[in-house]
């Protein structure tokens, strides 16, 4: 059960990493222009132009971490009398 909720966070990892991400870009867009230039300022726009980088590297790696998942810890034997019964 434990294994199959961390699965399933990696595979939501993007989309709810890139909700965050927009999210953070609407909030910015609703501030006044004087607000938003003293974040602009900061850096703001260009940490999260950064965050969308490194959201779309992450999941590249997590993609190929759960890419055998269905098999990771399958440790079968099927060899006549033992067929199906996991050692």
């Not at 434990?2 to 867009?29: C, G, L, P, T």
């Not at 222009?33 to 969308?52: M, P, S, V, W, Y």
Request: charged share 20%.
């Amino acid at each position: 059960e434990h294994f199959r909720k961390v699965i399933a966070a990696f595979k939501s990892y993007k989309n709810d990493s890139e909700m965050r991400v927009s999210k953070s870009m609407q909030n910015f867009q609703l501030l006044p222009i004087a607000h938003q230039t003293i974040l602009i300022k900061h850096g703001f726009k260009t940490d999260l132009e950064n965050r969308k980088s490194c959201i779309a590297l992450n999941y590249v790696v997590l993609s190929d971490i759960i890419s055998d998942a269905a098999t990771m810890f399958e440790n079968s034997s099927y060899n006549g009398e033992n067929q199906g019964i996991i050692l």
